[in-house]
T-cell receptor
């Protein structure tokens, strides 16, 4: 099976609430993780990243948490807005041989923000 | 805009046609990627080029042929495709492919094979 996956395929929240999107990974050697947002008709857009030497990283209204013990990643969005409605992907950085790395993506979670 | 452009945005082709997808990045990156995105499936890495050299071919059928003439341009040549090849084809770039760098994606080409 794939090494990166999401617990929930869909998430529906009310505008103004906080959203939490979860992701599990299986490769303990992964050292870099990224969250992407993909809106309809567009390519994935980088949101935030975190390296394995960190547990938490904050951006503008977003926070990523990394729990290496249970190989779990989460994306928290504060005060969710209608413009946040999209599919969110986590990706882990894996060594693909030699000095080359590649990203492995999860299936994605569809976030719907209700007004 | 992410600095990565793709053309065409939409393409319909028959199984006997030959077509090419084009990607260009304006970010000064050295690595470029092709991904396939099908409905309800994770993004699938197809090819990786690092400093114009192909470093990854993820068991892609030979009817898909990539070309990277320089670090800013990437092509995907298509021939004798199958209907199951219909998908969104995404191009991405990153600083290089040797470490933890975020990838920037283009808008994709929506391909339909009839």
């Amino acid at each position: 099976g794939e090494s990166v996956g999401l617990h929930l395929p869909t998430l529906s929240v009310q505008e103004g609430d906080n959203s939490i999107i979860n992701c599990a990974y299986s490769n303990s050697a992964s050292d870099y993780f990224i969250w992407y947002k993909q809106e309809s008709g567009k390519g994935p857009q980088f949101i935030i990243d975190i390296r394995s030497n960190m547990d938490k990283r904050q951006g503008q209204r977003v926070t990523v948490l990394l729990n290496k013990t249970v190989k779990h990643l989460s994306l928290q969005i504060a005060a969710t807005q209608p413009g946040d409605s999209a599919v969110y992907f986590c990706a882990e950085n894996l060594n693909s041989g030699g000095s080359n790395y590649k990203l492995t993506f999860g299936k994605g979670t569809l976030l719907t923000v209700n007004p | 805009e992410t600095g990565v452009t793709q053309t065409p945005r939409h393409l319909v082709m028959g199984m006997t046609n030959k077509k090419s997808l084009k990607c260009e990045q304006h970010l000064g990156h050295n690595a470029m990627y092709w991904y396939k995105q099908s409905a309800k499936k994770p993004l699938e890495l197809m090819f990786v080029y690092n400093f114009k050299e192909q470093t990854e071919n993820n068991s892609v059928p030979s009817r898909f042929s990539p070309e990277c003439p320089n670090s800013s341009h990437l092509f995907l040549h298509l021939h004798t495709l199958q209907p199951e090849d219909s998908a969104l084809y995404l191009c991405a770039s990153s600083q290089d492919a040797t470490g933890g760098y975020e990838q920037y994606f283009g808008p994709g080409t929506r391909l339909t094979v009839t």
